[in-house]
C-alpha cells in the first residue's frame, strides 16, 4: 500500500508540473513525460466534449428551445443545429408536430398505435358524473391536443399536462350535469363533447401555457354496471317507442301527400268542368247574339231558317211516322211475320 501511495503521489506531482520538494533538475526532468501524457489525455477529452455537445438535431416533429446561461435565445426547426459547448447552450426538446391525449376512465396498454388494447382496470374516480336529473354515469373519454406554442409550454406554466387533466374533469363534470341522462346516454354526446373542447381550450387560453386542445372525443358512455340490466329495458322501451314513432311517421309521410294529390285531382277537374261550362256558356251567348242581330235585319227569313233546322234535329231521333186518316185502319205490323221467318229460316 504504501509503494502505490507513492506512484500516486508521484502522478500527481508530474500533472501539476513537477515535485514541491525542489528535488533537484534531473528529477524534474524526469517526471515530466507522465505529467505531459495526462495533461494531453485532459485536453483531448475537453475537445471531444466540445466537439460532442456543440451540434444537436432537431427530429421533424420537434422543435428545440435554446436556452444560454438560463435565458432563451432562440427556437429552432427539424434539422442540423450548432450550438455553444461545454454545456453554455442547454437544449429542450418539444414535440410540437405530434397529436397527444389524455385518457380518462380507462387507459391504453402499450404504445399509441395498439389503440384496441386497453387495460381492465377502472378509474371510478374519473368516470362516474351526476347528470342534470341525478343519475349516475359512467362517462370515458380522451382530450387530443398538441402544443402550439414551446416556449409557452416549457416556461409558462409549472405543469400545464396536470392543469389540462384537471381542467378537462372538471369541465366535463360540469357539462354532463348540465344535461339530462338520457341526452348524455343517447342524443347529445356530440353537443357534450364540443361543448367540452371550447371550454377547455378557452381555458388554456385563459393560462396562455401553448397548448392547443384538436379535440374531445366520448370513448363510452353508459350506466354504471350496478343499475345495468334496468338501463338497459328503459332503453328497450325507448327503442320501441322510436320503431312506432317511425312507422306512423312513415304511414302518414305515405297518406298525406296522396290525400292531396287526390284533392288536387279533384280540384282540377271541377276547374276544368267550370271553365269548360263557361266557355260553353259564352259560346251560346255569341251565337244567340249573332242570330237576334240576323233576326232583326230579316225576321222572316231568319225564322223559317230557325225552324227548318229544328225539324232538322229533331226529325232523325223520332224513327218511323205515319200519318193516318180519320177513320181509316192503320197498317198491321210485320214485325212477327218477320221473326217467325227468320226462325224458319234457321230450322
Known amino acids: 500500500m504504501g509503494e502505490q501511495d507513492d506512484k500516486v503521489a508521484a502522478l500527481l506531482k508530474a500533472a501539476v ?14 517526471s515530466g513525460w507522465p505529467g505531459y501524457g ?7 477529452g475537453f475537445f471531444v466534449w466540445g466537439a ?39 437544449v429542450q426538446k418539444v414535440a410540437t408536430e405530434r397529436v397527444m391525449k389524455q385518457e380518462f ?31 349516475i354515469i359512467d362517462v370515458e373519454w380522451v382530450v387530443q391536443y398538441r402544443i402550439a406554442d414551446p416556449m409557452k409550454y416549457l416556461y409558462q406554466q409549472r405543469d400545464p399536462d396536470r392543469t389540462l387533466r384537471d381542467i378537462s374533469e372538471s369541465v366535463m363534470r360540469r357539462v354532463v350535469g348540465n344535461r339530462l341522462g338520457s341526452e348524455v346516454l343517447t342524443t347529445a354526446r356530440v353537443a357534450i363533447a364540443a361543448t367540452a373542447r371550447a ?22 358512455v353508459v350506466p354504471p354496471a350496478a343499475v345495468q340490466p334496468a338501463f338497459n329495458e328503459v332503453n328497450e322501451a325507448r327503442q320501441e317507442r322510436e320503431r312506432m ?13 296522396k290525400a292531396h294529390g287526390e284533392a288536387n285531382r279533384v280540384l282540377s277537374e271541377a276547374q276544368g268542368y267550370a271553365t269548360e261550362r263557361i266557355n260553353y256558356a259564352k259560346g251560346e251567348t255569341a251565337r244567340f247574339n249573332a242570330i237576334l242581330a240576323e233576326y232583326r235585319s230579316a225576321p222572316e227569313v231568319t225564322r223559317t231558317r230557325m225552324y227548318l233546322e229544328s225539324l232538322y ?14 177513320g181509316q185502319t192503320g197498317p198491321l205490323p210485320i214485325m212477327p211475320v218477320q221473326a217467325g221467318r227468320k226462325q224458319e229460316a234457321a230450322q
Open 38 to 44: 495526462l495533461m494531453a489525455v485532459v485536453v483531448f
Open 245 to 257: 314513432i317511425n312507422e306512423a311517421t312513415k304511414q302518414a309521410n305515405q297518406e298525406i301527400p
Open 17 to 30: 508540473g513537477g515535485n514541491s520538494g525542489g528535488g533537484g533538475k534531473g528529477a524534474a526532468s524526469g
Open 199 to 220: 371550454e377547455i381550450q378557452e381555458a388554456m387560453s385563459s393560462y396562455d401555457n401553448g397548448i392547443h386542445v384538436v379535440t374531445v372525443e366520448l370513448q363510452d
Open 52 to 90: 460532442l455537445s456543440s451540434y444537436y438535431t432537431v427530429q421533424p416533429e420537434e422543435r428545440a428551445v435554446v436556452k444560454r446561461f438560463g435565458k432563451v435565445v432562440a427556437i429552432n426547426e427539424p434539422g442540423l443545429h450548432f450550438k455553444l459547448p461545454f454545456g453554455v447552450d442547454s
Open 313 to 326: 234535329n229533331v226529325l232523325p231521333k223520332i224513327g218511323s211516322v205515319l200519318v193516318v186518316q180519320e
Open 105 to 135: 376512465g380507462f387507459r391504453t396498454v402499450g404504445s399509441e398505435d395498439e389503440r384496441s388494447s386497453y387495460s381492465t382496470e377502472d378509474f371510478p374516480d374519473e368516470s362516474l358524473m351526476l347528470s342534470g336529473d341525478l343519475n
